[in-house]
């Protein structure tokens, strides 16, 4: 069934800069200045989309929330929701410290729109979800920030809504269950069919989950489509960067013996991407134009992570032109990056030409592209059935073997 | 099938919910507080059961504080003052008034705070505002009624019974609660906007107390004023519970009356000025 569940039209929210409380004792008049925090966003979705929402802070993404789970009004536009909304803003709104974790259960559920019927029936899946049950009787207060943060979300996922607003709630709370809350989420999608609005900065978490994203630009919708899409087109803004450049003719780096003219990140058919599942290679290609010859020159790739960790570094060592002069002309230089080499994340390409010996360094332009590796949990890489935070810069799958040397039981 | 999916279709239909910018005068919407009565429910439970968590004495500060409260005011004003009791012993002509004030001062204090102590609540969560109020009041009504038993008690101790007029309490007591409310509402609806109404409420609350026959009764107040005087509902409320269970005090009249429209007034107009300041509270933090 494809029956539209949210629909948006000219949604705007304005806000006065410097609205304070009004003073009766004559205080200078403040000048108030409007801003749209939302400015005419209208969209469409689908029942059982997972529609990720991206942008900067301040792009309107917690407005939007905010209007669709009915905590503030509009200020123009309109908007229908067809189904029941649970809206999660913030995972242990209205937890009380002095009570238990039994009775916070029942409150928060409460708050969130749950009949006492509907959490007493799923009151065993709560607690086993949130793996508390011996503390369940204690107040929330003792509890370790961890186990508070997966009480919450526990009541919170079980809500049982058709569609469910997720804001970015799960920046709290150690990566492992940051995952199961992911896993959750897209369960939730995926088996019952339910729609899903969530907000993140983390674009690897929206790459997964969602189907579609939403990028919103200073309140105003600036793309709507599939997830890849959308996230390279936010990404490109964000870094000013995207998985090709080209330059133009007086603007590009060299000296008078080589000069670049290009640099793409793309796939085994030669299509430029910016989002690359981990499971295939990523193509880095440098086209370069050398205009003087007699020189032995190298193509070099540099990887930096997120963290501006330097990954990895690439010389092009190709047999073929290794101790080789190259002549007047365009060259272009390919290196494959394996599939499962790459961790996830977001990667920054730079690149640079050299001689070797003697050691010269021709270009070196640094962040020339991006690109993005997502694991889509398809089990195929190194990740195998494991969901939690996998740390390391890179993430080789390599070959394991294991085999059963003793059967008897050493300890008895 | 075809049964399910037109059932399915129907019930959608009644899911649907609007958003659009706020235009006139906003409903009521009762049936909307009915459907979060569990979460009405709960945050009066919550109050109560937080409150007296880690108290030596607990719940017994509910029937304390009042208690002792009569036990000062019978040694200044019954003994030092002299003041007149229309009759009655001293301690229970004041514990009588001093029930429904008791409710009707912490009722209004608590829901006039309710909106700003919530707003944690608020800005994150979507449910009808006026559960908080609401809620407020009634756990000051859970209080008092904890503490009425101690004037039943105190009513047998004195031998003083009451007569049929006992009948009408429950109107008194409602009286009571609809002032609380209309009060409570017009002050948390301000609060949003400025902060300084909860520094304000305490001393209206305190002024109002005194211009309150409880430590002193009605007959005290100078004829001329005393038509003004009375229509202050609450000296309805506490005269009406000494009429109602000591058989002292005023029975209802005209001027009840006049003081019934007055605060079913103020409970209306409060209810919906703040429906209409509830869509931008969030907006005003």
């Known amino acids: 069934m494809t029956d539209t569940v949210i629909r948006a039209e000219n949604l705007s929210k304005r806000y006065f800069l410097g609205k304070r409380p009004r003073s009766i004792l004559g205080e200078k008049k403040q000048k108030n200045e409007a801003f749209w925090a939302l400015k005419d966003v209208s969209f469409e979705i689908k029942a059982g989309e997972v529609v990720g929402i991206i942008g900067r802070n301040g792009a309107g993404k917690s407005t939007m929330l905010k209007i669709l789970s009915r905590i503030t009004k509009p200020t123009g536009g309109y908007a229908e929701i067809r189904g029941r909304v649970g809206s999660l803003l913030e995972v242990g709104t209205g937890f009380h410290p002095e009570l238990t974790g039994r009775e916070n259960i029942f409150l928060n559920g409460a708050i969130l729109g749950m009949h006492r019927w509907e959490i007493n029936k799923k ?35 079980h809500l049982d809504p058709e569609i469910l607003i997720v804001d970015e709630v799960l920046a709290v709370g150690d990566a492992v269950f940051q995952k199961k809350c992911l896993g959750k989420m897209g369960e939730v999608a ?223 | 099938m075809k049964n399910l999916r037109e059932f399915n279709i129907h019930h959608k239909r009644k899911n649907i919910t609007i958003i659009q910018p706020q235009k006139g005068l906003i409903a009521l919407d009762f049936q909307e507080i009915w459907a979060y009565r569990d979460l009405l429910y709960l945050l009066v439970w919550r109050d109560i059961k937080s409150r007296y968590r880690q108290m030596a004495l607990g719940p017994l500060w509910i029937v304390l504080q009042p208690f002792l409260t009569i036990v000062i005011f019978t040694v200044i004003f019954g003994n030092f003052a002299k003041i007149p009791s229309d009759g009655s012993a001293y301690p229970v002509f004041a514990y009588t008034a001093f029930l429904p004030w008791q409710l009707f001062a912490t009722a209004t204090a608590k829901s006039s705070d309710s909106l700003v102590n919530n707003l944690p609540l608020i800005s994150k ?83 109002w107390f005194y211009a309150t026959p409880v430590i002193y009764p ?68």
């Open chain 2, 218 to 285: 009605s007959s005290m107040v100078p004829e001329v004023w005393r038509g003004l005087f009375l229509l202050n509902p609450m000296a309805q409320v506490v005269e009406g519970f000494r009429w109602a269970l000591l058989g002292t005090g005023r029975s209802p009249d005209g001027i009840t009356l006049a003081s019934i429209v007055l605060v079913l007034i103020l409970l209306v107009s409060g209810a919906f000025y703040f429906r209409q300041t509830e869509g931008s509270i969030v907006d005003s933090i």
């Open chain 2, 125 to 207: 969560v979507y449910f009808p505002r006026l559960v908080i109020p609401i809620a407020a009041v009634f756990v000051s009504l859970v209080d008092f009624l904890a503490s009425f038993g101690i004037l039943l008690m105190m009513m047998l101790f004195y031998r003083s019974y009451p007569t049929l007029a006992v009948l009408t309490l429950p109107l008194y007591l409602l009286l009571a609660v609809a002032t609380s409310m209309g009060v409570g509402l017009w002050f948390a609806s301000l609060s949003v906007k400025f902060r300084d109404v909860s520094i304000a409420v305490t001393y209206i609350i305190q002024l």
């Open chain 1, 123 to 157: 009151f065993d899946e709560i607690v086993a979800f949130a793996e508390i049950d011996q503390f369940l009787d204690t107040p929330v207060k003792r509890y370790s920030s961890g186990m508070y943060v997966r009480l919450a979300f526990a009541v919170a996922a």
């Open chain 1, 190 to 412: 995926a088996k019952e069919g339910k729609t899903v609005l969530f907000v993140s900065h983390n674009i690897e978490a929206v790459s997964r989950l969602c189907t579609q994203a939403i990028f919103l630009q200073n309140g105003s919708l600036k793309l709507f489509d599939k997830v890849d899409t959308v996230i390279n087109s936010y990404l490109q803004l964000k870094m000013g960067l995207s998985s090709e450049k080209i330059w133009q003719k007086d603007k590009a780096p060299g000296n008078e013996i080589v000069e670049l003219i290009y640099v793409r990140a793309q796939d085994e058919n030669g299509k430029v991407r910016e989002l690359f599942n981990i499971s295939e290679p990523v193509y880095i290609s440098i086209v370069y134009k050398v205009k003087k010859s007699g020189y032995i020159l190298s193509a070099v790739i540099n990887f930096f992570n997120e963290r501006d960790i330097n990954v990895f570094d690439l010389h092009d060592v190709s047999q073929q032109w290794r101790k080789k002069e190259k002549e007047i002309g365009t060259y272009c230089s390919t290196v494959k990056i394996p599939e499962n080499f790459l961790s996830e994340g977001l990667f920054l390409i730079g690149v640079a030409i050299l001689t070797p010996n003697p050691f010269y360094v021709h270009i070196h332009e640094k962040d020339v592209i991006v690109s993005n590796v997502v694991d889509d949990l398809a089990e195929n890489s190194a990740r195998g059935d494991f969901i939690g935070h996998f740390p390391g810069v890179v993430r080789p799958l390599m070959k394991w073997k294991t085999e059963l040397i003793n059967s008897e039981n050493i300890i008895n």
